[in-house]
């Protein structure tokens, strides 16, 4: 499974590590993805995967 949001498309990025001695190597970083149950207009539920800021954007407009 893809590590993406599924309503905001978020996904990995990519940057560096970056040591002390400003040595720097390839690293990712991971959106912070939840699997949460959400109902839908015809009554069924689903779960999805969605990101953790798109969780708290859900909740402050329901």
Not at 31 to 47: A, F, H, Y
Request: charged share 30%; aromatic share 2%; hydrophobic share 30%.
């Amino acid at each position: 499974m893809a590590k993406r949001c599924m309503l905001s498309g978020k996904g990995p990025m990519t940057g560096n590590n970056v040591s002390h001695a400003k040595n720097r190597t390839k690293r990712r970083f991971l959106p912070n993805l939840r699997s949460v149950r959400i109902q839908l207009e015809d009554g069924t539920s689903r779960k999805i995967k969605i990101s953790a800021a798109e969780l708290r954007t859900l909740k402050k407009n329901s």
